[in-house]
C-alpha cells in the first residue's frame, strides 16, 4: 500500500514539472514573438526616415525616441527640400531672359551697300588742293551702318594702288545713319604743288565694308569742277565719322 502511494505522488510531481515546462515554453515564444514585432516596427520606423536627403539621420535619431511617427515627419521634410530644389531650378531658368534681351540689343542696323548711299567729293578749302571731303548720304530709306573707311581706288580698280587708312581717325563707336543722314571722312590726294608723280583724275571709285571685309561692287565718284591732281603715294584717308573733328581728321 505505501508503494502505491509513493508511486502515486511521483507520478503527480511527475505530470506538475511537465505542465510547468510547457508553461515556460510557451512563455518564452511569446517573449520572442513580443521582440520580433518590436524589431518589425524599428526597422518601418528606419526605412521610413530614410526617404529624406540630408535629414534622413535626424528623422532616425527621432524616431528611436519617439517613435515611427517621426520618421515619417521627416519624410515629409525631405519632399519638402526636393521641392524647394526645383522651385530654385525653375527660378534658375529665367536666366534665359538676360539672354533674349542680349540678343535684342545686340541686333544693329545692317552695313551699308554701295546701292544704299549717295557719295559725292568736295575739295578742301585750301590752295594748292591738298585734301577733299568725301560725304555719304543714306539714300536706301532705312538706317544702316556705315563700316571702317572709304575704300578709294584713283584709277582701275585692278591696277589702282589701296589709299590707306589713318588709325587715329577710328571713331569709338560704329556710324550708323539714319535714312537720310550723311557720314564724312577726310582724304589727302597729294602733298601740294607739283610733282611728277601727280596724275590728274576726273573720277574715282569708292567701295564699302561688309561685315566680313570690302562689300561687293563701288560707287563711281565724279571729281570737283577741274578734276584732282592725286599722288597716290601720299593719298590717305579717314574713317568715316559724323562730322570732321580736329586733331583726328587732320593729317
Not at 223 to 245: F, I, N, Q, S
Amino acid at each position: 500500500m505505501r508503494n502505491h502511494r509513493k508511486n502515486t505522488v511521483l507520478a503527480a510531481a511527475a505530470i506538475a514539472a511537465l505542465s510547468l515546462g510547457l508553461t515556460a515554453c510557451g512563455g518564452g515564444d511569446t517573449a520572442g514573438a513580443k521582440d520580433a514585432g518590436a524589431a518589425s516596427a524599428s526597422q518601418a520606423a528606419g526605412g521610413t526616415g530614410e526617404g529624406g536627403t540630408a535629414t534622413g539621420g535626424t528623422a532616425d535619431q527621432t524616431a528611436s525616441k519617439n517613435g515611427s511617427g517621426s520618421g515619417s515627419a521627416g519624410g515629409s521634410t525631405a519632399t519638402s527640400t526636393s521641392s524647394g530644389g526645383s522651385s530654385s531650378g525653375s527660378t534658375g531658368s529665367t536666366g534665359s531672359t538676360g539672354s533674349t534681351g542680349g540678343s535684342k540689343t545686340s541686333a544693329k542696323a545692317p552695313a551699308c551697300a554701295f546701292g544704299d548711299v549717295k557719295i559725292t567729293a568736295k575739295k578742301a578749302d585750301e590752295v594748292p588742293t591738298e585734301h577733299i571731303v568725301l560725304t555719304a548720304t543714306n539714300t536706301s530709306g532705312r538706317s544702316c551702318t556705315l563700316l571702317q573707311y572709304p575704300l578709294i581706288a584713283f584709277g582701275p580698280i585692278q591696277t589702282a594702288k589701296d589709299v590707306p587708312a589713318v588709325a587715329k581717325s577710328k571713331p569709338s563707336a560704329p556710324i550708323v545713319l539714319k535714312a537720310g543722314e550723311p557720314a564724312y571722312a577726310n582724304v589727302r590726294v597729294a602733298l601740294g604743288g607739283a610733282h611728277e608723280d601727280n596724275k590728274v583724275v576726273n573720277e574715282f571709285n569708292v567701295n564699302l565694308f561688309a561685315a566680313d571685309g570690302p562689300a561687293e561692287g563701288s560707287v563711281v565718284v565724279k571729281a570737283p569742277a577741274g578734276g584732282l591732281a592725286v599722288d597716290e603715294a601720299a593719298a590717305k584717308t579717314g574713317y568715316w565719322t559724323y562730322e570732321l573733328r580736329n586733331g583726328a581728321d587732320e593729317f
